[in-house]
Protein backbone atom coordinates (compact mmCIF):
# COMPACT_ATOMS: atom_id res chain seq x y z
CA UNK A 1 0.00 0.00 0.00
CA UNK A 2 2.59 2.46 1.20
CA UNK A 3 4.82 1.82 -2.18
CA UNK A 4 1.50 2.29 -4.15
CA UNK A 5 0.93 5.59 -2.46
CA UNK A 6 4.42 6.57 -3.64
CA UNK A 7 4.44 5.82 -6.82
CA UNK A 8 1.24 8.12 -7.49
CA UNK A 9 3.23 10.29 -5.52
CA UNK A 10 6.15 10.39 -7.92
CA UNK A 11 4.11 10.70 -10.71
CA UNK A 12 2.13 13.40 -9.67
CA UNK A 13 5.75 15.06 -9.39
CA UNK A 14 6.81 14.08 -12.63
CA UNK A 15 3.30 15.40 -14.64
CA UNK A 16 3.72 18.65 -12.04
CA UNK A 17 7.16 18.86 -13.37
CA UNK A 18 6.43 18.50 -16.77
CA UNK A 19 3.14 20.71 -16.83
CA UNK A 20 5.16 23.57 -15.37
CA UNK A 21 8.64 23.29 -17.54
CA UNK A 22 5.53 23.53 -20.79
CA UNK A 23 3.96 26.42 -19.30
CA UNK A 24 7.58 27.94 -18.68
CA UNK A 25 8.64 27.10 -22.29
CA UNK A 26 5.23 28.76 -23.57
CA UNK A 27 5.48 31.94 -21.30
CA UNK A 28 9.14 32.18 -23.00
CA UNK A 29 7.94 32.25 -26.51
CA UNK A 30 5.17 34.63 -25.44
CA UNK A 31 7.01 37.11 -23.83
CA UNK A 32 9.75 37.35 -26.74
CA UNK A 33 6.42 37.66 -29.15
CA UNK A 34 5.18 41.40 -29.53
CA UNK A 35 1.96 41.50 -31.20
CA UNK A 36 0.79 45.40 -32.30
CA UNK A 37 -3.19 44.75 -32.58
CA UNK A 38 -4.55 47.46 -35.23
CA UNK A 39 -7.82 48.87 -34.06
CA UNK A 40 -10.57 49.10 -36.32
CA UNK A 41 -13.08 52.57 -35.66
CA UNK A 42 -15.82 53.39 -37.74
CA UNK A 43 -14.81 56.21 -40.38
CA UNK A 44 -18.28 57.39 -41.41
CA UNK A 45 -21.07 57.00 -44.43
CA UNK A 46 -20.58 57.72 -48.09
CA UNK A 47 -23.29 59.56 -49.39
CA UNK A 48 -23.83 56.11 -51.29
CA UNK A 49 -24.90 54.45 -47.64
CA UNK A 50 -21.01 52.70 -47.87
CA UNK A 51 -19.04 52.82 -44.38
CA UNK A 52 -15.87 53.91 -44.46
CA UNK A 53 -13.32 52.54 -41.71
CA UNK A 54 -10.28 53.97 -40.40
CA UNK A 55 -7.40 51.42 -38.84
CA UNK A 56 -4.57 52.47 -36.64
CA UNK A 57 -1.38 50.79 -37.25
CA UNK A 58 1.78 51.65 -34.40
CA UNK A 59 4.46 49.90 -34.23
CA UNK A 60 7.00 49.27 -31.23
CA UNK A 61 9.05 52.48 -31.94
CA UNK A 62 6.16 54.78 -31.55
CA UNK A 63 5.53 55.45 -34.81
CA UNK A 64 1.48 55.06 -35.21
CA UNK A 65 -0.15 55.67 -38.83
CA UNK A 66 -3.68 55.63 -39.74
CA UNK A 67 -5.06 54.83 -42.70
CA UNK A 68 -9.11 54.57 -44.18
CA UNK A 69 -10.42 51.96 -46.48
CA UNK A 70 -11.88 55.34 -48.39
CA UNK A 71 -9.45 55.56 -51.07
CA UNK A 72 -6.88 54.23 -49.11
CA UNK A 73 -5.80 57.17 -47.60
CA UNK A 74 -3.30 57.43 -45.37
CA UNK A 75 -4.63 60.48 -42.55
CA UNK A 76 -2.14 60.66 -39.96
CA UNK A 77 1.44 59.75 -39.49
CA UNK A 78 3.33 60.30 -36.54
CA UNK A 79 7.29 60.47 -37.00
CA UNK A 80 10.08 61.22 -34.22
CA UNK A 81 11.94 64.49 -33.96
CA UNK A 82 15.40 65.01 -33.08
CA UNK A 83 14.22 64.99 -29.15
CA UNK A 84 11.98 61.91 -29.96
CA UNK A 85 8.75 63.78 -29.82
CA UNK A 86 6.31 61.78 -32.61
CA UNK A 87 4.13 64.19 -34.49
CA UNK A 88 2.09 64.05 -37.56
CA UNK A 89 3.59 65.04 -40.46
CA UNK A 90 1.10 64.26 -43.02
CA UNK A 91 -1.26 66.61 -44.26
CA UNK A 92 -5.18 66.10 -44.12
CA UNK A 93 -8.41 66.64 -43.07
CA UNK A 94 -9.75 66.43 -39.55
CA UNK A 95 -13.10 63.73 -40.76
CA UNK A 96 -14.00 61.79 -44.00
CA UNK A 97 -16.76 64.72 -44.75
CA UNK A 98 -13.63 66.60 -45.51
CA UNK A 99 -11.87 64.08 -47.60
CA UNK A 100 -15.00 63.96 -49.75
CA UNK A 101 -15.66 67.73 -49.62
CA UNK A 102 -12.23 68.60 -51.24
CA UNK A 103 -9.58 67.56 -51.34
CA UNK A 104 -6.00 67.55 -53.48
CA UNK A 105 -5.23 63.62 -53.27
CA UNK A 106 -4.07 63.90 -49.57
CA UNK A 107 -2.88 60.93 -48.69
CA UNK A 108 -4.53 58.56 -51.27
CA UNK A 109 -4.16 55.26 -53.42
CA UNK A 110 -3.85 56.62 -56.97
CA UNK A 111 -5.09 54.97 -60.50
CA UNK A 112 -5.87 53.49 -62.49
CA UNK A 113 -3.12 55.66 -63.90
CA UNK A 114 -1.31 58.19 -61.59
CA UNK A 115 -0.14 61.55 -63.16
CA UNK A 116 -1.65 63.41 -66.28
CA UNK A 117 -2.60 61.20 -69.73
CA UNK A 118 -2.73 64.12 -72.18
CA UNK A 119 -5.77 64.92 -73.80
CA UNK A 120 -7.69 62.24 -71.87
CA UNK A 121 -7.25 59.42 -74.46
CA UNK A 122 -4.64 56.97 -75.24
CA UNK A 123 -3.99 54.07 -78.04
CA UNK A 124 -3.74 50.48 -76.79
CA UNK A 125 -3.39 47.65 -79.83
CA UNK A 126 -5.05 49.95 -82.37
CA UNK A 127 -8.31 51.38 -80.29
CA UNK A 128 -8.58 54.57 -78.73
CA UNK A 129 -9.94 55.09 -75.32
CA UNK A 130 -11.37 58.18 -74.11
CA UNK A 131 -10.87 59.11 -70.59
CA UNK A 132 -11.88 62.18 -68.23
CA UNK A 133 -10.41 65.34 -68.66
CA UNK A 134 -10.14 66.58 -65.42
CA UNK A 135 -7.39 68.73 -65.48
CA UNK A 136 -7.86 70.86 -68.29
CA UNK A 137 -7.93 69.46 -71.40
CA UNK A 138 -5.96 66.40 -69.46
CA UNK A 139 -6.77 63.34 -67.57
CA UNK A 140 -5.62 63.21 -63.91
CA UNK A 141 -4.83 60.82 -61.44
CA UNK A 142 -7.46 58.03 -62.63
CA UNK A 143 -10.19 60.22 -63.38
CA UNK A 144 -13.18 61.84 -61.56
CA UNK A 145 -13.68 58.87 -59.34
CA UNK A 146 -10.19 57.28 -59.50
CA UNK A 147 -8.97 54.84 -56.97
CA UNK A 148 -8.83 57.68 -54.47
CA UNK A 149 -12.85 57.63 -54.35
CA UNK A 150 -13.68 53.86 -53.61
CA UNK A 151 -14.04 52.29 -50.63
CA UNK A 152 -11.50 49.65 -51.02
CA UNK A 153 -11.95 46.09 -49.00
CA UNK A 154 -9.47 46.00 -45.64
CA UNK A 155 -7.83 43.07 -43.99
CA UNK A 156 -6.09 43.96 -40.93
CA UNK A 157 -3.38 41.62 -40.00
CA UNK A 158 -1.61 42.37 -36.14
CA UNK A 159 1.61 41.41 -35.34
CA UNK A 160 5.31 42.75 -34.84
CA UNK A 161 4.70 44.56 -38.29
CA UNK A 162 1.26 45.49 -38.79
CA UNK A 163 -0.45 45.69 -42.28
CA UNK A 164 -3.58 46.39 -43.69
CA UNK A 165 -4.26 44.75 -47.05
CA UNK A 166 -6.57 46.89 -49.43
CA UNK A 167 -7.90 45.27 -52.32
CA UNK A 168 -10.31 46.72 -54.84
CA UNK A 169 -11.28 45.73 -58.62
CA UNK A 170 -11.88 48.02 -61.25
CA UNK A 171 -14.86 46.98 -63.74
CA UNK A 172 -13.72 47.02 -67.45
CA UNK A 173 -14.50 50.44 -69.02
CA UNK A 174 -14.32 52.32 -65.46
CA UNK A 175 -13.43 55.93 -65.88
CA UNK A 176 -12.88 54.98 -69.91
CA UNK A 177 -9.74 52.30 -69.11
CA UNK A 178 -10.18 48.90 -70.87
CA UNK A 179 -10.06 45.68 -68.89
CA UNK A 180 -11.21 44.16 -65.45
CA UNK A 181 -8.49 45.00 -62.97
CA UNK A 182 -8.03 42.97 -59.80
CA UNK A 183 -5.82 45.54 -57.47
CA UNK A 184 -4.08 44.67 -54.06
CA UNK A 185 -2.13 47.17 -51.73
CA UNK A 186 -0.54 46.20 -48.84
CA UNK A 187 0.76 48.94 -45.92
CA UNK A 188 3.11 47.21 -43.88
CA UNK A 189 4.61 49.78 -40.53
CA UNK A 190 7.56 48.12 -40.00
CA UNK A 191 10.18 48.42 -36.75
CA UNK A 192 12.39 50.91 -38.32
CA UNK A 193 9.93 53.48 -38.56
CA UNK A 194 9.58 52.57 -42.15
CA UNK A 195 6.19 52.06 -44.17
CA UNK A 196 6.31 49.74 -46.76
CA UNK A 197 3.61 49.67 -49.65
CA UNK A 198 3.43 46.80 -51.84
CA UNK A 199 1.00 47.19 -55.22
CA UNK A 200 -0.22 44.62 -57.08
CA UNK A 201 -2.67 44.21 -60.38
CA UNK A 202 -3.61 41.64 -62.82
CA UNK A 203 -6.05 41.81 -65.78
CA UNK A 204 -8.20 40.28 -67.84
CA UNK A 205 -7.32 42.70 -71.07
CA UNK A 206 -4.85 44.77 -72.30
CA UNK A 207 -4.77 47.91 -70.27
CA UNK A 208 -2.28 50.58 -68.51
CA UNK A 209 -1.40 50.62 -65.22
CA UNK A 210 0.91 53.49 -62.76
CA UNK A 211 -0.42 53.28 -59.09
CA UNK A 212 1.53 55.30 -56.64
CA UNK A 213 0.11 57.25 -53.18
CA UNK A 214 -0.21 60.81 -52.82
CA UNK A 215 0.88 61.25 -49.36
CA UNK A 216 1.60 65.56 -48.36
CA UNK A 217 4.46 65.74 -46.19
CA UNK A 218 5.53 68.44 -43.40
CA UNK A 219 8.29 67.44 -41.69
CA UNK A 220 8.03 70.28 -39.24
CA UNK A 221 4.89 69.24 -38.03
CA UNK A 222 3.53 72.72 -38.39
CA UNK A 223 1.15 72.55 -41.11
CA UNK A 224 1.17 76.56 -40.94
CA UNK A 225 4.64 76.66 -42.10
CA UNK A 226 5.99 76.89 -45.55
CA UNK A 227 8.48 73.47 -46.77
CA UNK A 228 11.03 75.68 -48.66
CA UNK A 229 13.47 75.24 -46.01
CA UNK A 230 13.39 71.23 -46.22
CA UNK A 231 16.41 69.83 -47.93
CA UNK A 232 16.54 67.57 -50.52
CA UNK A 233 18.34 65.32 -52.38
CA UNK A 234 17.22 62.89 -55.25
CA UNK A 235 19.07 60.56 -56.97
CA UNK A 236 17.76 61.56 -60.32
CA UNK A 237 20.46 63.09 -63.11
CA UNK A 238 17.46 63.23 -65.13
CA UNK A 239 14.09 65.03 -65.82
CA UNK A 240 11.00 65.34 -67.72
CA UNK A 241 10.70 68.97 -69.28
CA UNK A 242 7.03 69.38 -69.66
CA UNK A 243 4.01 71.84 -71.92
CA UNK A 244 2.24 74.40 -70.30
CA UNK A 245 -0.48 71.81 -69.13
CA UNK A 246 2.16 70.08 -67.38
CA UNK A 247 2.18 67.37 -70.04
CA UNK A 248 6.04 65.92 -71.00
CA UNK A 249 7.56 66.83 -74.22
CA UNK A 250 8.89 63.63 -74.92
CA UNK A 251 12.64 64.46 -73.77
CA UNK A 252 14.79 63.54 -70.90
CA UNK A 253 16.70 66.32 -69.95
CA UNK A 254 20.08 66.38 -67.91
CA UNK A 255 19.39 68.42 -64.45
CA UNK A 256 23.10 69.45 -64.68
CA UNK A 257 23.24 72.99 -64.65
CA UNK A 258 19.34 73.92 -63.44
CA UNK A 259 17.38 74.39 -61.01
CA UNK A 260 16.44 70.81 -61.15
CA UNK A 261 19.63 69.27 -59.89
CA UNK A 262 18.80 67.78 -56.38
CA UNK A 263 22.14 65.61 -56.81
CA UNK A 264 23.00 67.30 -53.81
CA UNK A 265 20.95 68.56 -50.87
CA UNK A 266 19.69 72.12 -51.68
CA UNK A 267 16.24 73.71 -50.16
CA UNK A 268 13.59 73.78 -51.70
CA UNK A 269 13.18 76.93 -51.76
CA UNK A 270 16.47 77.91 -52.96
CA UNK A 271 15.69 78.17 -56.56
CA UNK A 272 11.81 77.49 -56.79
CA UNK A 273 11.09 81.32 -57.57
CA UNK A 274 13.15 80.96 -60.55
CA UNK A 275 10.90 81.97 -63.53
CA UNK A 276 13.00 82.82 -65.71
CA UNK A 277 13.36 79.26 -66.19
CA UNK A 278 10.59 77.94 -68.16
CA UNK A 279 9.95 74.76 -66.26
CA UNK A 280 9.51 76.60 -63.05
CA UNK A 281 7.14 78.81 -64.87
CA UNK A 282 5.11 76.17 -66.18
CA UNK A 283 4.68 74.21 -62.79
CA UNK A 284 4.65 77.50 -60.41
CA UNK A 285 7.37 75.88 -58.94
CA UNK A 286 8.18 71.93 -59.05
CA UNK A 287 5.85 69.77 -60.19
CA UNK A 288 7.68 67.66 -62.53
CA UNK A 289 8.85 64.22 -63.08
CA UNK A 290 12.29 62.46 -61.97
CA UNK A 291 13.99 59.94 -63.87
CA UNK A 292 16.26 57.74 -61.34
CA UNK A 293 19.56 57.38 -61.88
CA UNK A 294 19.51 53.34 -60.91
CA UNK A 295 17.38 52.22 -63.73
CA UNK A 296 16.75 48.80 -62.00
CA UNK A 297 13.51 47.18 -60.53
CA UNK A 298 15.33 47.41 -57.65
CA UNK A 299 14.84 48.63 -54.32
CA UNK A 300 16.80 51.63 -53.99
CA UNK A 301 17.24 54.84 -52.55
CA UNK A 302 15.46 57.62 -54.84
CA UNK A 303 15.07 60.86 -52.02
CA UNK A 304 16.14 61.83 -49.15
CA UNK A 305 14.56 65.36 -47.13
CA UNK A 306 15.94 66.62 -44.40
CA UNK A 307 14.06 69.31 -42.34
CA UNK A 308 16.70 71.21 -39.95
CA UNK A 309 14.57 72.66 -37.02
CA UNK A 310 13.08 69.20 -36.37
CA UNK A 311 15.50 67.27 -37.46
CA UNK A 312 13.08 64.80 -39.08
CA UNK A 313 14.62 62.93 -42.24
CA UNK A 314 12.62 60.95 -44.86
CA UNK A 315 14.27 58.65 -47.14
CA UNK A 316 12.24 56.82 -49.94
CA UNK A 317 13.10 54.20 -51.37
CA UNK A 318 11.03 52.33 -54.64
CA UNK A 319 11.08 50.08 -57.34
CA UNK A 320 9.70 52.31 -59.65
CA UNK A 321 12.12 54.20 -62.42
CA UNK A 322 11.02 58.00 -61.53
CA UNK A 323 9.56 60.30 -58.64
CA UNK A 324 7.17 63.00 -58.95
CA UNK A 325 8.19 65.58 -56.89
CA UNK A 326 5.45 68.56 -56.07
CA UNK A 327 6.12 71.42 -53.76
CA UNK A 328 2.44 72.30 -53.00
CA UNK A 329 2.15 74.52 -55.42
CA UNK A 330 -2.04 74.51 -55.83
CA UNK A 331 -2.75 74.84 -52.22
CA UNK A 332 -4.77 77.59 -51.37
CA UNK A 333 -5.83 77.55 -48.44
CA UNK A 334 -8.85 74.92 -49.20
CA UNK A 335 -9.61 72.66 -47.64
CA UNK A 336 -8.60 73.27 -43.82
CA UNK A 337 -7.95 70.33 -41.83
CA UNK A 338 -6.03 69.68 -38.83
CA UNK A 339 -6.72 73.15 -37.69
CA UNK A 340 -5.00 74.91 -39.97
CA UNK A 341 -6.22 76.41 -43.58
CA UNK A 342 -3.65 74.80 -46.69
CA UNK A 343 -1.90 77.43 -48.11
CA UNK A 344 0.35 77.89 -50.70
CA UNK A 345 3.74 75.70 -50.59
CA UNK A 346 2.95 74.24 -47.24
CA UNK A 347 3.20 70.53 -47.97
CA UNK A 348 5.25 68.32 -50.57
CA UNK A 349 4.81 65.28 -52.37
CA UNK A 350 7.43 62.29 -53.45
CA UNK A 351 5.00 60.28 -55.52
CA UNK A 352 6.56 57.06 -56.73
CA UNK A 353 5.66 56.35 -60.52
CA UNK A 354 6.03 55.42 -64.12
CA UNK A 355 6.56 58.20 -66.28
CA UNK A 356 3.04 60.42 -66.77
CA UNK A 357 1.44 60.35 -70.33
CA UNK A 358 3.70 56.97 -71.35
CA UNK A 359 0.87 55.53 -72.90
CA UNK A 360 0.87 58.53 -75.65
CA UNK A 361 5.04 58.56 -75.51
CA UNK A 362 6.37 55.50 -77.02
CA UNK A 363 9.91 56.35 -76.16
CA UNK A 364 8.94 56.13 -72.59
CA UNK A 365 8.84 52.79 -70.45
CA UNK A 366 5.71 50.75 -70.74
CA UNK A 367 3.04 50.90 -68.20
CA UNK A 368 0.81 48.50 -70.51
CA UNK A 369 -0.41 45.69 -68.73
CA UNK A 370 -1.21 42.41 -70.02
CA UNK A 371 -3.23 39.20 -69.30
CA UNK A 372 -1.09 36.69 -67.75
CA UNK A 373 1.42 39.43 -66.16
CA UNK A 374 1.18 40.65 -62.53
CA UNK A 375 2.49 44.35 -62.11
CA UNK A 376 4.06 44.38 -58.79
CA UNK A 377 6.12 47.13 -57.13
CA UNK A 378 7.16 48.45 -53.83
CA UNK A 379 7.60 51.72 -52.22
CA UNK A 380 9.27 52.62 -48.82
CA UNK A 381 8.75 56.28 -47.07
CA UNK A 382 11.66 55.44 -44.01
CA UNK A 383 11.99 58.13 -40.75
CA UNK A 384 14.85 59.06 -38.65
CA UNK A 385 16.18 62.20 -36.64
CA UNK A 386 19.15 63.57 -36.49
Known sequence: MKLKVLGILLCSALLFQNCTSKKAESTTID?????????????????????????????SAGMVVKITNYGGIITYWS??????????????CDSLGGYLKASPYFGALIGRYGNRIAKGKFTLDGKQYTLAQNNGVNALHGGKKGFDKVIWTATPIDGEEPQLKLTYTSVDGEEGYPGKLDVEV?????????????YKATTDKPTVVNLTNHAYFNL??????????????????????????????????????????????????ARINDVKDEQIKYGKGYDHCWVATDSSKTLKSIATVYEPTS?????????????????????DGVPAGKGVNYKFRTGFCLETQHYPDSPNQPKFPSTVLKPNETYKTTT????SAK
Open 31 to 59: STTTVNKIEKTSYGKLPTGEAADLYTLKN
Open 79 to 92: TPDKNGKYTDVALG
Open 186 to 198: IYTLQKDNSLKID
Open 380 to 383: VYKF
Open 220 to 269: TGDFSKEILDHEVMLNADKFLPVDETLIPTGELKAVAGTPFDFTKSFKIG
Open 311 to 331: GRVMEVLTTEPAVQFYTGNFL
